[in-house]
């Protein structure tokens, strides 16, 4: 879950897939209710989500006629590494999934998490601080080493020593109390806290084996040939896919792993190829260089008129949204009513449409239509197009024009300032453009400035000198979202730019975490929605719609809000 | 020629200090770090940020860490990427190959075309031929070879490819599917090469033209044909002789935009070379990586300008390099 640059940012999205991906799930498991004799919630074992993805794309995949195709994908940068540590990037996160995997998995259909990798099911304590993973006994290393209890351990305290150099370990560090080898094929993880969101927050838990690192210093991982991938045999997982070769700045080459344990992929070799930009990418998918893409509203046009290309869309995580400088030391926008006023004023239908092209849906409340916290009726307002609306409650908070220049202004204060976004999107300019007008008819004085993200986050990070400014983002799967608006989350700690903070709201979220029951907790991430929508700290705008095109010699090809799963049934044509 | 060889290498010092000192100080008053992004994801702590900050030294003033990776390097050490942790040097020797061959082959192609023209022009002096080229090369010379490079890729891979004609492959140096052979390479190879060479051949062709006008007009070139020498004889033999010296300088001072123009085109074919990985390590701010680009690119500039003196020298007697 990363910050993109709005609208249109296919790669930033995709980092925000595979975060998803990888802070491997989170709900079904837990939500299931305790069994009524100890307390003790048990996730689903391997073999009955297995059986179940199964019959669940059984009915739409055909059987695949070639399984020793070529599958080429494209990315727009290069790897940062091949250990599982030290890559917080989409491609290499990608990358290193397909290679090295976790305890668990997320559910290609939900983001819950389902036990698909190295364990079997797992067991919380009746007081929810305690995680027993069952591992799976199947699993094999690529060099036949069996997998056990002693690579967890090892792999977890790789993780909690700083000297790794993983991002993670913070977060982790702040999650995990202690662990335990049990036996073999049981492990013991204690979480400081009981709440829900603790699988998320050991995210990045891959396991890497311990034969290979254990005689590597943990401050020479990122240097280790293992890791800046120029040994490939030090490159040793557990996942459907064996490293073969990284040509630095131009291709990443994976091979099937034949000793899978559970279903292989369909094709014989993974293909990553590295371009410099989208347009670049983009010329090698119409091409047929590469097989899938990810695509703008504005290129659907072009794939929809070449022969051997298909597309589809679905509605994800993602969002657009604007958000306003509440610094006390800033009074423009301290009365609720201003910030109402903005949303008022905004076209979101025309938005939708003549902008984002269709792709995209207007927004009430501030979840998707994937999150279980999907409410619109529940809002207690629905923010239409209604300028008179803006103006007259503008005109409630004191903001009128007294000079007759088109602004309005209070105490002498025009409303007049610069709204700050991230350059390099065409539809990005669309966007601002168009709002940059539309508030104008309600005497708001905007002036856009295009930014690059470095320096766009530094702006509303680093100081109080910014207004507004539009970003893109994503909610991580279990959609709890105190990371923007919680009283403790301004920068540098969490996205919270806005200085926004509400106790109350903080407190219905510190409960969602700590809440264990699906429809309980679903009940407060409506009631938090509620209170953001009418206090609008942020402008949600529209959330994303994802667009995928793909090359008709693939077949099986499906995406989802939850990531690529195109190594479920997926099979190239030769 | 040996002492000066040597004076022009010992100024290279002194070169290499400012353009790397300049290039590492500008670097690093871009706002941003490599760990930039990891900024915004609320996953990653601000004291793990500093951390990772710390081991890469970043915590320091940068005109210290300037000093430390000058030090490094007068013992042969460009560091680590910061981006991915493998040696400069390595990244940089994986790519340079591809960056000389498209830069040797656009040379090579443009002054293949270039010289003809120009002499044939100056031949023709006034001619419609020399109009026309004079003209062309005009054109040539304001088109944007990015702009240039695009327009070839929609006419050459995607047109030609809807209309059922031979296209060429519009990204990349080989094909992901069975490339990687001879042809597959050359194929890979035209496109860039056209659009990096088209724009240097306005500049070669008006340069000969007018060094050949000049040399036409000159005595022995009057003698030459006063002998009764043949027509072509005269042009190759005695004209482009002399026109063709300052051609050796200009080719030389030519390598830098050469590089220049190879930045772009890099970009628009997707071309793995020394253009691509220089930018990409600026957007990443991965600072060991920008200085050991820019330390390749400051180098090879300088080394062509001084092979270009020399070889002037030693073409041309008259000139005395010492």
């Given at each position: 879950?990363?910050?993109?640059?709005?609208?249109?940012?296919?790669?930033?999205?995709?980092?925000?897939?595979?975060?998803?991906?990888?802070?491997?799930?989170?709900?079904?498991?837990?939500?299931?209710?305790?069994?009524?004799?100890?307390?003790?919630?048990?996730?689903?074992?391997?073999?009955?989500?297995?059986?179940?993805?199964?019959?669940?794309?059984?009915?739409?995949?055909?059987?695949?006629?070639?399984?020793?195709?070529?599958?080429?994908?494209?990315?727009?940068?290069?790897?940062?590494?091949?250990?599982?540590?030290?890559?917080?990037?989409?491609?290499?996160?990608?990358?290193?999934?397909?290679?090295?995997?976790?305890?668990?998995?997320?559910?290609?259909?939900?983001?819950?998490?389902?036990?698909?990798?190295?364990?079997?099911?797992?067991?919380?304590?009746?007081?929810?601080?305690?995680?027993?993973?069952?591992?799976?006994?199947?699993?094999?290393?690529?060099?036949?080493?069996?997998?056990?209890?002693?690579?967890?351990?090892?792999?977890?305290?790789?993780?909690?020593?700083?000297?790794?150099?993983?991002?993670?370990?913070?977060?982790?560090?702040?999650?995990?109390?202690?662990?335990?080898?049990?036996?073999?094929?049981?492990?013991?993880?204690?979480?400081?806290?009981?709440?829900?969101?603790?699988?998320?927050?050991?995210?990045?838990?891959?396991?890497?084996?311990?034969?290979?690192?254990?005689?590597?210093?943990?401050?020479?991982?990122?240097?280790?040939?293992?890791?800046?991938?120029?040994?490939?045999?030090?490159?040793?997982?557990?996942?459907?896919?064996?490293?073969?070769?990284?040509?630095?700045?131009?291709?990443?080459?994976?091979?099937?792993?034949?000793?899978?344990?559970?279903?292989?992929?369909?094709?014989?070799?993974?293909?990553?190829?590295?371009?410099?930009?989208?347009?670049?990418?983009?010329?090698?998918?119409?091409?047929?260089?590469?097989?899938?893409?990810?695509?703008?509203?504005?290129?659907?046009?072009?794939?929809?008129?070449?022969?051997?290309?298909?597309?589809?869309?679905?509605?994800?995580?993602?969002?657009?949204?604007?958000?306003?400088?509440?610094?006390?030391?800033?009074?423009?926008?301290?009365?609720?009513?201003?910030?109402?006023?903005?949303?008022?004023?905004?076209?979101?239908?025309?938005?939708?449409?003549?902008?984002?092209?269709?792709?995209?849906?207007?927004?009430?409340?501030?979840?998707?239509?994937?999150?279980?916290?999907?409410?619109?009726?529940?809002?207690?307002?629905?923010?239409?197009?209604?300028?008179?609306?803006?103006?007259?409650?503008?005109?409630?908070?004191?903001?009128?024009?007294?000079?007759?220049?088109?602004?309005?202004?209070?105490?002498?204060?025009?409303?007049?300032?610069?709204?700050?976004?991230?350059?390099?999107?065409?539809?990005?300019?669309?966007?601002?453009?168009?709002?940059?007008?539309?508030?104008?008819?309600?005497?708001?004085?905007?002036?856009?400035?295009?930014?690059?993200?470095?320096?766009?986050?530094?702006?509303?990070?680093?100081?109080?000198?910014?207004?507004?400014?539009?970003?893109?983002?994503?909610?991580?799967?279990?959609?709890?979202?105190?990371?923007?608006?919680?009283?403790?989350?301004?920068?540098?700690?969490?996205?919270?730019?806005?200085?926004?903070?509400?106790?109350?709201?903080?407190?219905?979220?510190?409960?969602?975490?700590?809440?264990?029951?699906?429809?309980?907790?679903?009940?407060?991430?409506?009631?938090?929605?509620?209170?953001?929508?009418?206090?609008?700290?942020?402008?949600?705008?529209?959330?994303?719609?994802?667009?995928?095109?793909?090359?008709?010699?693939?077949?099986?090809?499906?995406?989802?809000?939850?990531?690529?799963?195109?190594?479920?049934?997926?099979?190239?044509?030769? | 020629?040996?002492?000066?060889?040597?004076?022009?290498?010992?100024?290279?010092?002194?070169?290499?200090?400012?353009?790397?000192?300049?290039?590492?100080?500008?670097?690093?008053?871009?706002?941003?770090?490599?760990?930039?992004?990891?900024?915004?994801?609320?996953?990653?702590?601000?004291?793990?940020?500093?951390?990772?900050?710390?081991?890469?030294?970043?915590?320091?003033?940068?005109?210290?860490?300037?000093?430390?990776?000058?030090?490094?390097?007068?013992?042969?050490?460009?560091?680590?990427?910061?981006?991915?942790?493998?040696?400069?040097?390595?990244?940089?020797?994986?790519?340079?190959?591809?960056?000389?061959?498209?830069?040797?082959?656009?040379?090579?192609?443009?002054?293949?075309?270039?010289?003809?023209?120009?002499?044939?022009?100056?031949?023709?002096?006034?001619?419609?031929?020399?109009?026309?080229?004079?003209?062309?090369?005009v054109a040539l010379w304001a088109i944007p070879n990015a702009w240039l490079a695009i327009m070839l890729v929609?006419?050459?891979?995607?047109?030609?490819?809807?209309?059922?004609?031979?296209?060429?492959?519009?990204?990349?140096?080989?094909?992901?599917?069975?490339?990687?052979?001879?042809?597959?390479?050359?194929?890979?190879?035209?496109?860039?090469?056209i659009s990096l060479?088209l724009i240097q051949?306005g500049i070669?062709?008006?340069?000969?033209?007018?060094?050949?006008?000049?040399?036409?007009?000159?005595?022995?070139?009057?003698?030459?044909?006063?002998?009764?020498?043949?027509?072509?004889?005269?042009?190759?033999?005695?004209?482009?002789?002399?026109?063709?010296?300052?051609?050796?300088?200009?080719?030389?001072?030519?390598?830098?935009s050469?590089?220049g123009g190879a930045i772009l085109i890099?970009s628009v074919?997707?071309?793995?070379?020394?253009?691509?990985?220089?930018?990409?390590?600026?957007?990443?701010?991965?600072?060991?990586?920008?200085?050991?680009?820019?330390?390749?690119?400051?180098?090879?500039?300088?080394?062509?300008?001084?092979?270009?003196?020399?070889?002037?020298?030693?073409?041309?007697?008259?000139?005395?390099?010492?």
């Amino acid at each position: 879950m990363k910050r993109f640059r709005g609208a249109a940012l296919r790669p930033a999205l995709a980092i925000a897939l595979a975060l998803g991906l990888l802070a491997p799930f989170a709900a079904s498991a837990q939500d299931s209710s305790p069994s009524p004799t100890d307390g003790v919630i048990r996730s689903p074992t391997r073999q009955e989500i297995h059986a179940e993805l199964q019959a669940a794309f059984a009915e739409t995949d055909e059987p695949a006629q070639n399984t020793e195709g070529v599958y080429v994908t494209g990315v727009t940068s290069d790897l940062q590494s091949v250990n599982p540590y030290l890559v917080e990037s989409s491609p290499s996160l990608d990358v290193v999934g397909l290679v090295y995997e976790g305890l668990y998995n997320s559910d290609p259909r939900t983001g819950e998490p389902i036990p698909t990798a190295l364990a079997d099911y797992w067991e919380i304590s009746p007081d929810r601080l305690t995680y027993t993973f069952y591992l799976n006994k199947d699993a094999r290393w690529h060099d036949g080493v069996d997998v056990t209890a002693e690579d967890v351990a090892f792999s977890l305290e790789a993780l909690s020593n700083p000297a790794t150099g993983s991002a993670y370990t913070g977060a982790f560090n702040e999650a995990v109390d202690s662990w335990q080898v049990i036996d073999q094929d049981t492990i013991q993880i204690v979480a400081k806290e009981p709440r829900f969101t603790f699988l998320y927050d050991i995210q990045g838990l891959f396991i890497v084996p311990k034969h290979i690192w254990e005689n590597v210093p943990f401050e020479e991982w990122a240097t280790d040939p293992g890791s800046t991938g120029q040994d490939p045999a030090r490159i040793i997982g557990t996942g459907p896919y064996r490293f073969n070769s990284w040509l630095q700045g131009q291709e990443i080459s994976l091979v099937r792993n034949e000793d899978y344990y559970e279903h292989k992929p369909n094709f014989r070799e993974y293909l990553i190829r590295i371009y410099p930009d989208a347009e670049a990418q983009f010329n090698a998918f119409l091409n047929g260089d590469i097989d899938a893409i990810g695509l703008e509203p504005e290129q659907v046009q072009v794939v929809e008129n070449t022969d051997g290309l298909s597309w589809q869309s679905w509605p994800e995580r993602g969002f657009v949204y604007y958000e306003f400088n509440l610094d006390p030391s800033v009074p423009l926008f301290q009365d609720k009513r201003v910030r109402q006023a903005f949303m008022w004023a905004l076209d979101r239908e025309s938005i939708v449409n003549d902008i984002m092209r269709g792709f995209g849906e207007v927004a009430t409340g501030t979840h998707p239509e994937i999150s279980p916290g999907y409410a619109p009726d529940r809002m207690t307002t629905k923010y239409t197009y209604d300028p008179e609306r803006a103006k007259q409650l503008l005109a409630e908070a004191g903001w009128t024009d007294t000079n007759g220049n088109g602004t309005v202004d209070k105490d002498g204060q025009e409303m007049s300032f610069e709204f700050l976004y991230a350059s390099g999107s065409p539809t990005n300019d669309t966007l601002v453009a168009y709002l940059q007008d539309a508030w104008r008819q309600v005497g708001i004085d905007m002036q856009p400035r295009a930014l690059d993200l470095p320096t766009l986050i530094e702006s509303t990070t680093s100081n109080n000198e910014w207004r507004m400014a539009m970003y893109g983002f994503g909610w991580d799967a279990t959609f709890i979202q105190d990371v923007m608006f919680g009283c403790d989350q301004t920068p540098p700690v969490g996205f919270n730019d806005m200085k926004y903070c509400n106790p109350e709201l903080d407190e219905i979220h510190d409960q969602a975490k700590r809440e264990f029951d699906e429809e309980k907790r679903r009940e407060l991430l409506i009631q938090a929605s509620d209170i953001v929508n009418e206090e609008q700290p942020v402008g949600i705008i529209t959330f994303s719609v994802a667009i995928g095109a793909y090359n008709d010699r693939v077949h099986n090809y499906h995406e989802s809000a939850w990531g690529n799963q195109s190594y479920v049934g997926l099979w190239v044509e030769e | 020629m040996g002492r000066f060889i040597i004076r022009r290498l010992l100024l290279m010092i002194p070169l290499t200090v400012g353009v790397t000192f300049l290039t590492f100080g500008l670097m690093n008053l871009i706002p941003g770090s490599p760990y930039t992004n990891l900024r915004s994801n609320p996953r990653i702590r601000p004291s793990d940020i500093a951390r990772l900050e710390e081991q890469l030294g970043l915590n320091r003033p940068w005109p210290v860490r300037y000093v430390e990776w000058l030090g490094d390097l007068l013992q042969g050490d460009l560091g680590r990427s910061m981006q991915n942790q493998v040696p400069v040097i390595d990244r940089i020797s994986a790519v340079l190959p591809n960056t000389l061959l498209l830069t040797t082959t656009a040379l090579i192609f443009s002054l293949v075309i270039a010289v003809p023209l120009g002499v044939y022009a100056a031949a023709r002096h006034r001619s419609w031929f020399d109009r026309g080229t004079n003209l062309a090369t005009v054109a040539l010379w304001a088109i944007p070879n990015a702009w240039l490079a695009i327009m070839l890729v929609v006419l050459f891979s995607f047109k030609f490819k809807e209309w059922g004609l031979p296209s060429l492959p519009a990204t990349g140096i080989t094909s992901p599917r069975g490339g990687g052979d001879l042809m597959d390479r050359i194929k890979h190879l035209i496109l860039p090469t056209i659009s990096l060479g088209l724009i240097q051949i306005g500049i070669w062709s008006a340069y000969i033209r007018s060094s050949m006008l000049e040399a036409l007009h000159s005595d022995f070139i009057r003698t030459a044909r006063a002998k009764g020498l043949a027509n072509r004889a005269v042009l190759f033999s005695h004209a482009f002789r002399n026109a063709f010296l300052p051609l050796v300088t200009l080719v030389g001072l030519s390598i830098p935009s050469l590089f220049g123009g190879a930045i772009l085109i890099e970009s628009v074919f997707a071309w793995n070379g020394m253009g691509l990985l220089a930018l990409q390590a600026v957007e990443q701010r991965d600072y060991t990586l920008v200085m050991g680009t820019t330390l390749m690119f400051a180098v090879l500039t300088m080394l062509a300008n001084l092979i270009a003196d020399v070889l002037y020298g030693v073409l041309d007697p008259r000139v005395r390099v010492d």
